[in-house]
């Protein structure tokens, strides 16, 4: 009670920030403070960039935290997607993160970090091994729509060691067993799904390569020559 009275008089003589001001002081006074903060979705991010952002230590009023500023710079942080800041009285601040998920290495002027499936770039960490290389300074602007492709043969999606950005045109893309495919720069949606139906009953031991980049024709490399030539 004493504190609205506080605020509805002072609001009647005195600027925002005063009053803010003297809203912090009276809760210094009067020991409502931050006794607790709790962090909860982190696994990845670097806890102490995500301290920084968050600029609220115990002991701190608990009146007068910017939890909307606190929200954008957590959001601006490269492991997270979104972020959530609330203060539950009296003493605790509750912070959530939503962290990104790493679908590919990006490898960029030989720097290698990771990338989601909407392009945004984050650090490299040690748990994450078994994912494609996607190689080209192009890959962050292309990702979104070559992602939703791929995924849609999530056979030959887990098969692929890396794929790469060729004249910022269309990609190579190298799987696993070394097998070379060449993607056109048309229709690669529809090449894909001729992909995925050729590559689930090709006997795929003596294939090199296969080429698709002239619309409708599928080309088959052997390991030592050219055979076969598909309509797609």
């Known amino acids: ?33 931050v006794r607790q903060i709790y962090l ?22 608990i ?11 957590l ?12 203060i539950k009285f009296p003493d605790e601040v509750h912070v959530q993160i939503y962290e990104r998920k790493p679908v590919a290495f990006f490898q960029s002027n030989n720097k290698l970090s990771m990338i989601d499936r909407v392009g945004h770039i984050m650090e490299a960490h040690p748990d994450f091994t078994d ?22 043969n999530p056979e030959i999606l887990g098969e692929i060691s890396s794929a790469t950005v060729i004249s910022n045109r269309r990609w190579n893309i190298i799987l696993k067993n070394g097998i070379i495919i060449k993607l056109p720069e048309e229709n690669v949606a529809k090449s894909w799904k001729k992909l995925a139906e050729f590559y689930a009953k090709a006997n795929l031991e003596n294939i090199k390569g296969i080429d698709m980049r002239l619309d409708g024709k599928m080309y088959i490399q052997k390991k030592n020559k050219y055979q076969n030539v598909y309509k797609l």
Request: no cysteine.
């Open 75 to 86: 959001e601006k942080l490269k492991w997270v997607e979104r972020a959530a800041v609330e």
């Open 40 to 61: 909860e979705g982190r696994k990845y991010a670097d806890l102490d960039v995500i301290k920084k952002a968050v600029k609220i230590e115990k002991g701190d009023a």
């Open 63 to 73: 009146i007068g935290i910017p939890v909307d500023e606190i929200r954008e710079d």
């Open 1 to 33: 009670m004493l504190l609205f009275i506080v605020v509805t008089i002072t609001t009647l003589f005195f600027s925002k920030d005063y009053i803010i001001d003297e809203i912090i002081y009276f809760a210094q006074e009067e020991g409502v403070l």
């Open 131 to 152: 994912l494609p290389i996607l190689i080209g300074a192009s890959v962050p602007d292309r990702i979104t729509g070559f992602w939703e492709i791929l995924e849609e």
